[in-house]
């Protein structure tokens, strides 16, 4: 089955920790994004990347980090400088502009 | 002001009823439009793609597109409990460093009571 996986389900960061959310899929897909979602405001995008080592900045990229060494996989990580990281972060991927997201089942992340 | 402005609702309604969502933008820009849905602790699951004015049918959901107001709407007829969930708005430009990203409405809860 072709689809998006995202892990881990549930993440607990330390206060100056850098944590790494894993987004990795097997649809082939050239694009792909990171969103953070918050309750009453929709999704809000990170980083995008188009295609492999290339990536670029969302609307509210400060405080995380990404990479895109391979085209199946597109990690995201939330540095210790994102003062506010508890959210649900989802992961999408599509086949170019144009073309709708397919997203993953998310990674809810919180504050020990 | 938003780009894309969706009512957050909530909005309860008894199963069988017609549900109508909607969403107004204010870029004419936008050429591609989608509805999601959303059930609790999930990623959204795409329902409706379209990029023309319009309607489009598939079984109980029916997307609309008003290009000319800025306007796009979700009908579900004959809702079911299993339809509660947030449905999201979501639509994308065309080309250039707009490059395939989705700009959201807040999203809708919708509650169907049996």
């Known amino acids: 089955d072709g689809g998006i996986t995202q892990s881990p389900k549930y993440l607990f960061r330390k206060e100056g920790q850098n944590v790494t959310l894993s987004c990795e899929q097997n649809?082939?897909?050239?694009?792909m994004y990171w969103y953070r979602q918050d309750p009453g405001q929709g999704l809000r995008l990170i980083y995008y990347s188009q295609i492999v080592n290339d990536f670029q900045k969302g609307d509210i990229a400060e405080g995380y980090s990404v990479s895109r060494e391979k085209k199946e996989s597109f990690p995201l990580t939330v540095t210790s400088a994102q003062k506010n990281p508890t959210a649900f972060y989802l992961c999408?991927?599509?086949?170019?502009?144009?073309?709708?997201?397919?997203f993953g089942d998310g990674t809810r992340l919180s504050i020990l | 002001q938003k780009e894309v402005e969706q009512d957050p609702g909530p909005l309860s309604v008894p199963e069988g009823a017609i549900v109508s969502l909607n969403c107004t933008y204010s870029n004419s820009a936008f050429q591609y439009f989608m509805w999601y849905r959303q059930y609790s602790r999930k990623g959204p699951e795409l329902l409706m793609y379209t990029y023309s004015s319009g309607n489009k049918e598939d079984g109980r959901f029916t997307a609309q597109v008003d290009k000319s107001s800025k306007y796009i709407s979700l009908f579900i007829r004959d809702s079911q409990p299993s339809d509660s969930a947030t449905y999201l708005c979501a639509m994308s430009k065309r080309g250039g460093t707009s490059y395939g990203k989705l700009t959201f409405g807040q999203g809708t809860i919708l509650t169907v009571h049996p």
């Open positions: 999408a991927s599509s086949s170019g502009a144009g073309q709708p997201q397919h």
């Open positions: 649809l082939n897909h050239d694009a």
